[in-house]
């Protein structure tokens, strides 16, 4: 059973930076497409960024364009998501999820998801 363990979360400053971090176990890692989902208050779970096996190949939101990046390290069954500039609106509970083959964007695709973990930007 694979499990998923986010960390870095907080509260910053508008235009501040975060690292999330998800670290996977229970399978083999390197065979998952990995994703980062986040859901504000009264909204729905919605897509951020996603990443491929290998790392050859991302997706983002529109909205986070520029501004996050996704990125893995398949030696340490980690995947990570760099968010720079942060606005008010970015302001959710962050999810990694993970599927066993291709990349994909949504929420429905994914078999497995972390607990979540918190950012919030003041403005």
């Known amino acids: 059973q694979v499990q998923l363990v986010e960390s870095g979360g907080g509260l910053v400053p508008a235009g501040g930076s975060l690292r999330l971090s998800c670290a996977f176990s229970g399978r083999t890692f390197r065979n998952y497409a990995m994703g980062w989902f986040h859901q504000a208050p009264g909204k729905e779970r919605e897509f951020v960024a996603a990443i491929s096996t290998s790392g050859a190949r991302t997706n983002y939101l529109d909205s986070v364009k520029g501004r996050f990046t996704i990125s893995r390290d398949n030696s340490k069954d980690t995947v990570y998501l760099q968010m720079n500039n942060l606005k008010p609106e970015d302001t959710a509970v962050y999810y990694c999820?993970?599927?066993?083959?291709?990349?994909?964007?949504?929420?429905?695709?994914?078999?497995?998801w972390g607990q979540g973990t918190q950012v919030t930007v003041s403005s």
């Open positions: 999820a993970a599927r066993d083959g291709s990349m994909r964007y949504a929420f429905s695709e994914y078999d497995y």
